[in-house]
């Protein structure tokens, strides 16, 4: 069992950015395929990005790309996700998700993942 803890959400203007972190509750954390996921109010939860386990191979929805960059520390445990030019319609409350295995691809569907974190508040303002 991997607990999963996101941290960093909170109130943004348009254009600013964020970075959430993900701190998870293995020693093995180099086992695990990472991902994020969103869900706005009245929405289904959608991918945004992910990240192999060695940090390699990463996907991104074509909503967030170029904006947003996954990385990870596997010394500390640790995704991080970071959001710039942050628009109104990115506001939704963010997951942490992880799936273990070194996959040879990266899983875009919730599906993949096997651990959730409880999520956070992205809320961007106009």
């Known amino acids: 069992q991997v607990q999963l803890v996101e941290s960093g959400g909170g109130l943004v203007q348009a254009g600013g950015s964020l970075r959430l972190s993900c701190a998870a509750s293995?020693?093995?954390?180099?086992?695990?395929?990472m991902g994020w996921f969103r869900q706005a109010p009245g929405k289904e939860r959608e991918f945004v990005v992910g990240i192999n386990w060695s940090g390699g191979s990463t996907s991104y929805a074509d909503s967030v790309k170029d904006r947003f960059t996954i990385s990870r520390d596997n010394s500390k445990s640790t995704v991080y996700l970071q959001m710039n030019s942050l628009k109104p319609e990115d506001t939704a409350v963010y997951y942490c998700?992880?799936?273990?295995?070194?996959?040879?691809?990266?899983?875009?569907?919730?599906?993949?993942?096997?651990?959730w974190g409880q999520g956070t508040q992205v809320t961007v303002s106009s």
């Open positions: 293995t020693r093995i954390f180099n086992m695990y395929t």
């Open positions: 998700a992880a799936d273990y295995g070194r996959r040879s691809r990266v899983g875009t569907s919730s599906n993949d993942y096997d651990y």
